[in-house]
Nanobody, 127 residues
């Protein structure tokens, strides 16, 4: 069974950093595009960043561009989201999910194409 597990969330002060991990079990991440999403209380789930399976193409939502970096380590079957210069508005539950195809910006435009959602990891940015 395809399963993704997120980790690395926590409480951090504004301006701080966190690195989230998305580890796969039951399948090889190599063949899947992976997206990171966040959902704040009372809000819709939104795409944050995504990375293709083939050439490592990436996409970032405008709100995180220049602050977040997505990467993948296929040998470890893991995708990472490095989050720097965190802001209180980044506070949310962060999820990762997989897609069998890649379309640029798909984590923002076609969230329905993603599946095998993880359980999420809480990120809280507060002083």
């Amino acid at each position: 069974q395809l399963q993704l597990v997120e980790s690395g969330g926590g409480l951090v002060q504004p301006g701080g950093s966190l690195r989230l991990s998305c580890a796969a079990s039951g399948f090889t991440l190599d063949y899947y595009a992976i997206g990171w999403f966040h959902q704040a209380p009372g809000k819709e789930r939104e795409g944050v960043s995504c990375i293709s399976s083939s050439d490592g193409s990436t996409y970032y939502a405008d709100s995180v561009k220049g602050r977040f970096t997505i990467s993948r380590d296929n040998a470890k079957n893991t995708v990472y989201l490095q989050m720097n210069s965190l802001k209180p508005e980044d506070t949310a539950v962060y999820y990762c999910a997989a897609a069998s195809r890649w379309v640029q910006a798909m984590c923002v435009t076609t969230i329905a194409d993603f599946g095998s959602w993880g359980q999420g990891t809480q990120v809280t940015v507060s002083s």
